[in-house]
């Protein structure tokens, strides 16, 4: 694991928690030497994450759309600021940049990039770690609704046990850094497979 993209808040949310746990992950990517790649805001919890990376001297690489770069919400003092034209490139750009992901709390955007990873891995797209970090409970409501989808046969189990979700941070570097794919089908029922060719 050379670098990691983290998908987070571009705000800090309800509770100081949630910044500290930023900060933490932060600091420990700049000490085991991983680049962080990021949505290359200032703002929430997207700028705590970069500015502890910054300060223990790692690299981190933002991408960032032309659009919100013009909101004023773009970080100057990131390593590499990459600026690109619709959220679309954001998300190809930051998952050629990137060895895994994580998500820490936020809002739509930070869950529409995690699954859209998740989803390209199912298809065969991408094969790098997804990780939900959570923090006090915060993706757990989340993680029921997976377990449910697995549940009413939308999801297959391997799939779902190819996603790593806790609050350890040491847990999950190390889940990552140790990853090998699920080997699973897309399609539950082979026999509605054949239907559709």
Known sequence: ??????????????RPVYAERARALGERLARDGMSLVYGG?????MGVVADAV???????????PEQLVNWEVAHRGVSRLEV???????KMRMFDLADGFVALPGGFGTLDEMFEMLTWRQLGIGDKPCAFLDVDGFFEPLIAM????VDQRFLHPAQRADLWHGDDLEAM????????????????????????R
């Open 1 to 14: 694991m050379r670098s990691i993209c983290v998908y987070c808040g571009s705000n800090a949310g309800a």
């Open 41 to 45: 805001g200032n703002v929430g919890l």
């Open 54 to 64: 910054l300060a223990g001297g790692g690299e981190v690489v933002g991408v960032i």
């Open 84 to 90: 690109v034209g619709s959220m679309h490139e954001r």
């Open 146 to 149: 997976i377990d449910r989808m």
């Open 173 to 196: 570097l190390s889940w990552m850094r140790a990853y090998a794919p699920a080997n699973a089908s897309k399609w539950l029922d082979e026999k509605h497979r054949k239907d559709l």
